[in-house]
């Protein structure tokens, strides 16, 4: 650091705004590049927890996309579920409770999110439709290592995109799905 430092004093000749410009340029070029490591290290770990995620939960998303694309009561259901969550989003407290310092435990929160998940994937199992998700004691006779890794890639490359991509995707489509021909006002008007 010192000679780099040393250098960049002696190019800027003794002038101490030259100094100061090439300073504030070394300094924005070395951070460029820890942000540029730190991206691609980080991009790594959320990809590697997501694989755990989907492995050890047996999301396979291409199983998933083969069940809702030949079955339509269970893709209505879902689209349901998913309408209800784009009007009814997670809850966060309010400006009065946030003034008079009312703050939730994060653990009650969690728990309360997980309980509304399980609810939701309850719902959805009790249409009596046979999907499952996560691991069963005994692998059937027809699974097939490789397109699982395939679902298994495909839903951890989903899941490391994070929640704020998924949940403006999910609100676009929604959008788009509610939109239409809108009907002719009363009147001719």
Do not use: C
């Not at 009650?108 to 691991?135: D, H, N, P, T, Y």
């Amino acid at each position: 650091m010192k000679q780099s430092l040393t250098a960049l004093l002696e190019e800027g000749q003794q002038d101490i705004a030259k100094f100061e410009a090439s300073l504030e340029g070394w300094f924005n070029n070395q951070m460029d590049r820890v942000r540029g490591w730190y991206k691609r290290k980080v991009q790594v770990v959320v990809f590697a927890v997501s694989m755990l995620v989907a492995v050890g939960s047996n999301a396979d998303s291409i199983v998933i996309a083969r069940t809702l694309s030949s079955n339509v009561v269970l893709r209505a259901a879902l689209v349901e579920q998913a309408q209800d969550i784009v009007k009814r989003p997670l809850d966060k407290p309010s400006p009065a409770d946030q003034a008079k310092g009312a703050t939730s435990n994060p653990s009650e929160e969690i728990q309360s999110r997980l309980s509304a998940v399980e609810r939701g994937i309850e719902k959805v199992q009790g249409l009596g439709l046979a999907v499952s998700f996560g691991w069963v004691r005994d692998i059937p006779s027809d699974f097939h290592w490789p397109e699982a890794i395939a679902g298994w890639l495909v839903t951890a490359f989903a899941i490391s995109l994070g929640a704020p991509f998924w949940f403006d995707m999910l609100s676009k489509i929604m959008s788009i799905r509610a939109s239409g021909k809108t009907p002719a006002e009363p009147g001719g008007a």
